[in-house]
């Protein structure tokens, strides 16, 4: 009620279990050398729609100014950040950033994203750092039951390039590629190319599983150098991820690109439990394009919202109660050092035994004041 569809109030351990998880996550990425970055909640929709980012305005939050234009706010924060670093110098740089993104495409409009941009390094190090970020991040959270799937968004579109697609098959077939329907890729491949290319890109929809599906692929694509370059470049992410003490690892050849601006290798978390995604993320060197271009630039984001639902405090601190009255503040505001390290919640009337570890009375007693257990 008195809020716009999709907007939502929320308190107690939804707010504070984000601000764990967030305060985790800027702890792990300062021990590792990321620097902070924050860009306005309001931007240009040109941003993110410009044919370089191409994200559709359909799904953002949007109004004109009073100049006409129509401003949004942020969707994206790799976008974004791309934007605000568009003017830096070209050296190795490492950012970490948390806060929301607003989509009307999903149920709840805000989503709470930590994430990190790593930019201007060698092939592969933007990948393995951010996985490698990954697994600490997550481990600090105490989460090590999840799984990394990774992808390549190049095998797929090169494949596809082989086909005459105008924008709409094109579309469709991503969608089908997607939500892995077989048939319905088979059918548009060889209405738009051959019955070989067709049968290659079905084929791509069971092309999930361990590690082995690479080496059974670098086996059926031995004479097609590029797409064995994008299989040795998985294969040795995933290598350096398990020699790392990393997760479980997934392969899916076919995934096609979850955000337009992804040009590489594609990498994804899920929650074995629940099979949430609890993080996303991938190489988009083309994304600089729009600001002059050659720049190598890989990343993820972590779903604050998924990871919060999960967080556990290990060390819980001890609750105390302590009952007093406005004449007593001072005493009590002193009393607190003796209790260093623990939650001092001051009431006026007895509280909730179940909600403290401790409860004490401040009482007035021969001219001065008493702790009194309760
Ligand atoms: N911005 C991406 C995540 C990402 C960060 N860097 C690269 N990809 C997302 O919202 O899913």
Not at 99 to 114: L, Y
Not at 191 to 197: Q, R, T, W
Not at 238 to 265: C, F, H, W
Request: some cysteine; aromatic content about 10%.
């Amino acid at each position: 009620m008195f809020l716009p569809a999709g907007s939502r109030d929320e308190m107690g351990p939804a707010v504070s279990n984000r601000f764990s998880v967030m305060e985790k996550f800027r702890k792990v990425a300062v021990l590792r050398g990321y620097e902070q970055i924050s860009t306005p909640v309001v931007e240009y929709a040109s941003t993110f729609t410009n044919e370089y980012v191409d994200m559709k305005l359909q799904n953002m939050l949007k109004w004109f100014n009073s100049e006409g234009e129509i401003e949004v706010l942020r969707p994206d924060w790799t976008t974004a950040i791309a934007r605000a670093l568009s003017s830096q110098e070209h050296k190795p740089q490492k950012w970490a950033y948390q806060g929301s993104i607003f989509k009307t495409d999903r149920p709840g409009m805000e989503d709470h994203q930590a994430g990190i941009e790593i930019l201007h390094m060698p092939p592969l190090m933007g990948e393995c750092e951010s996985l490698l970020m990954a697994h600490s991040f997550l481990k600090s959270l105490g989460i090590t039951e999840y799984v990394i799937e990774l992808g390549h968004t190049e095998l797929y579109e090169s494949l596809v390039q082989e086909l005459d697609l105008k924008t709409e098959d094109a579309e469709r077939l991503r969608q089908a590629m997607h939500d892995k329907k077989q048939d319905e890729v088979y059918e548009i491949a060889f209405n738009h190319g051959d019955k070989e290319a067709a049968k290659e890109l079905a084929a791509l929809v069971d092309a999930y599983g361990g590690i082995e599906v690479i080496n059974e692929y670098e086996e059926r694509w031995k004479d097609k150098k590029n797409l064995i370059d994008m299989l040795a470049q998985m294969k040795k992410v995933a290598q350096i991820l398990t020699e790392s003490g990393s997760s479980d690892i997934l392969v899916d050849l076919g995934r096609v690109k979850n955000l337009p601006y992804y040009s590489g290798m594609l990498y994804r978390g899920f929650l074995k439990k629940t099979r949430a995604v609890c993080f996303s993320g991938g190489r988009y060197d083309k994304l600089y394009d729009r600001y002059g271009g050659a720049v190598s630039a890989a990343g993820l984001a972590f779903d604050v919202d998924v990871l919060a639902e999960l967080y556990k405090d290990e060390a819980p601190l001890e609750r105390i109660c302590i009952i007093a009255d406005s004449n007593s503040l001072v005493f009590v505001e002193k009393l607190r050092q003796s209790y260093k390290n623990s939650i001092v919640d001051v009431r006026t009337k007895a509280a909730d035994p179940d909600q403290y570890d401790k409860i004490v009375e401040i009482k007035f007693i021969d001219g001065k004041y008493e702790v009194l257990e309760k």
